[in-house]
């Protein structure tokens, strides 16, 4: 008899065991962090040394010293492939519980050191990260094709236009580059199906060299950031290479209708539709510049590059920040630091946490790097746009049942890996 989570099925799978029936539990996704977590506890009624020759406390200790792989479920969709990090068994007066906490495979490279010596020099970026990761046998995926495939029904692609195909070969990233991308027409639509740039630039080979203090995520972070792209985990443990997809129709609805004599209701939406339990809006534009310059020097030229917050120009904000770096050679360099110190204000300066009831809506489970469109009337908050998740908490306590928390930004706030 499988244990429900609400209306919900949550099953961990370590080994032959199979777990489903929680006390309560924390599984969090964070498109910017290396390795998603977990932390599950569930009760342990009986024992019966004929039917269950270890207690399944002791197993779990085992499997977790063995690395034995861990997959976690809900509603039969896998949300994460990892390992567990810590097996806690204890007993009060309720009786005895077993806590498991956990991370997803990208917990390894955040764990493990770089080896010396890689080098970079001639690979592409898709070879690049294969060898890195090659030791746990991890497949890299370069585009937003298979993105988290942690929804019921859904499948999504990323189409790219031909306009849009221009743009992309147009992109130098080093001194000698190959065909940028590899492209696949499937039934009229075009798809971006690898990287094929090479790491050819001396310099920048050298800037990658592997330092004592590297993990394997730390170096890989470096690597991903000389190509404006970011990484990630999908639910089936691949490592995901690409860039947030602002472009994708809204996939959920986010709404809190204040009804108020003579106001029309929003199109299509009732408060029969409002799902907001809670909700927060953080603007800090402390950190935030209108414009930023960058300057440096590639012999005795010298290279400027400028990077404007075009929203805050709209409001005849001036307050630009100048960054001058020495080691800065190349104006694809410097546009790169450029947009990367206007987007670091402006991820840090917005970001609209709120609280659903329940892991799901309809048949689709939240997820991260999806849009959501937005309509809240609470005063405090007041929110009308459609809106970026790049972070997701779904948590469980018997108390309070499941609800899921989501962290959302505006579109376009997360260009490069911070």
């Not at 599950?40 to 197993?59: H, L, N, R």
């Not at 939240?366 to 809240?376: G, N, Q």
Request: charged share 25%.
């Amino acid at each position: 008899m499988r244990g429900l989570v609400g209306e919900h099925i949550v099953e961990l799978r370590v080994g032959d065991v199979s777990i489903d029936t929680w006390q309560g539990f924390r599984i969090e996704h964070d498109l910017a962090s290396p390795a998603d977590s977990f932390d599950m506890t569930f009760g342990v009624s009986t024992w019966d040394p004929v039917v269950e020759p270890v207690p399944i406390a002791k197993t779990l200790r085992e499997y977790a010293k063995a690395r034995v792989e861990a997959q976690l479920f809900v509603d039969g969709a896998r949300q994460l492939k990892g390992y567990l990090d810590a097996v806690m068994g204890g007993a009060d007066e309720s009786g005895p519980t077993v806590r498991v906490k956990g991370r997803d495979v990208g917990g390894q490279i955040v764990d493990e050191s770089m080896p010396k010596g890689f080098n970079v020099l001639g690979l592409t970026l898709l070879e690049t990260l294969t060898r890195a990761l090659e030791k746990w046998d991890i497949e890299v995926v370069v585009g937003n094709d298979l993105n988290r495939q942690v929804l019921t029904k859904v499948k999504k692609s990323y189409t790219i236009n031909a306009q849009e195909q221009d743009t992309l070969f147009d992109q130098k990233w080093f001194s000698k580059v190959k065909a940028p991308f590899d492209f696949e027409t499937i039934d009229g639509s075009t798809y971006v199906t690898a990287y094929y740039t090479e790491i050819a630039n001396r310099k920048l080979a050298g800037q990658l060299k592997v330092k004592s203090e590297d993990t394997v995520w730390s170096w890989i972070k470096r690597l991903l950031k000389t190509q404006n792209v970011m990484g990630w985990f999908s639910a089936d443990g691949k490592f995901i290479v690409g860039m947030p997809d602002y472009g994708q129709a809204p996939m959920f609805h986010a709404t809190r209708i204040v009804e108020i004599p003579g106001h029309p209701f929003p199109p299509g939406r009732t408060p029969d539709d409002n799902n907001i339990e809670g909700a927060e809006y953080q603007e800090s534009p402390g950190q935030r510049y209108s414009e930023v310059y960058v300057f440096g020097r590639q012999g005795k030229d010298p290279i400027r590059a400028y990077a404007p917050d075009l929203e805050l120009k709209a409001l005849g904000v001036d307050r630009p920040c100048y960054h001058r770096d020495g080691h800065i050679k190349s104006i694809e360099e410097a546009n790169r630091v450029a947009q990367r110190m206007l987007d670091d204000g402006r991820i840090k300066g917005t970001a609209y946490t709120l609280k659903l009831d329940g892991f799901a809506q309809g048949n689709r489970l939240y997820a991260f790097d999806t849009i959501w469109d937005v309509w809240d009337d609470d005063p405090g908050v007041y929110v009308h746009d459609l809106m970026y998740c790049s972070k997701l908490v779904q948590k469980y306590e018997e108390s309070q049942g499941p609800s899921t928390e989501v962290t959302l930004q505006p579109r376009g706030c997360i260009e490069v890996p911070t």
